[in-house]
T-cell receptor, first 114, second 114 residues
């Protein structure tokens, strides 16, 4: 058990809808990362927060947004959903935001857009 | 930014044999190289990592080697067991710059045949 909690585990929704994915980092970790994993794209970095502040952005679409709250949990908001957004979304946390401290992943949210 | 290539994409070995997965990276400044194991329905789990000031690291049946000159690193699993069956990802991160995020390889599906 990595100590990173993601909810919900599964999400099925229709095109055009909006969903929110939630992540609670490991106790003591200040940095949260969001990754998208689809069959043909591997693990794609979306965005990173450190202690409530956005630290880095990857290939995150404008329809997607995220935030990290004072209690350090994070939410990833996906809007105007398209079929191609169907994927596994992982949250990871690390003690620092330096990138070379180990990342600990949650078990993901499987999003299916119909 | 960093680019990581991983080979092979699939690997089948007999139980008890060794398995080797290889990765190459593009940014010679990269200095941290973790390996993750992803079992079905779970998030990637860190199994071993190596930093650029070390050429080899071992943890029981798992070892990682790094060749900075050739910019490649490898994961070696000895005496494989059925529970080693999973997808393995390598990753690399450069020490500075806006792209200072883990870049993952495309993954290797390892199957250990009983």
């Amino acid at each position: 058990d990595s100590g990173v909690t993601q909810t919900p585990k599964h999400l099925i929704t229709a095109t055009g809808q909006r969903v929110t994915l939630r992540c609670s980092p490991r106790s003591g970790d200040l940095s949260v990362y969001w990754y998208q994993q689809s069959l043909d794209q591997g693990l794609q970095f979306l965005i990173q927060y450190y202690n409530g502040e956005e630290r880095a952005k990857g290939n995150i679409l404008e329809r997607f947004s995220a935030q990290q709250f004072p209690d350090l949990h994070s939410e990833l908001n996906l809007s105007s959903l398209e079929l191609g957004d169907s994927a596994l979304y992982f949250c990871a946390s690390s003690e620092t935001g330096t990138g070379s401290s180990p990342l600990h992943f949650g078990n993901g949210t499987r999003l299916t857009v119909t | 930014g960093e680019n990581v290539e991983q080979h092979p994409s699939t690997l089948s070995v007999q139980e008890g044999d060794s398995a080797v997965i290889k990765c190459t990276y593009s940014d010679s400044a990269s200095n941290y190289f973790p390996w993750y194991k992803q079992e079905l329905g779970k998030g990637p789990q860190l199994i071993i990592d190596i930093r650029s000031n070390v050429g080899e690291k071992k943890d029981q049946r798992i070892a990682v080697t790094l060749n900075k000159t050739a910019k490649h690193f490898s994961l070696h699993i000895t005496e494989t067991q059925p529970e080693d069956s999973a997808v393995y990802f390598c990753a690399a991160i450069p020490p500075s710059g806006s792209a200072r995020q883990l870049t993952f390889g495309s993954g290797t599906q390892l199957t250990v045949l009983p």
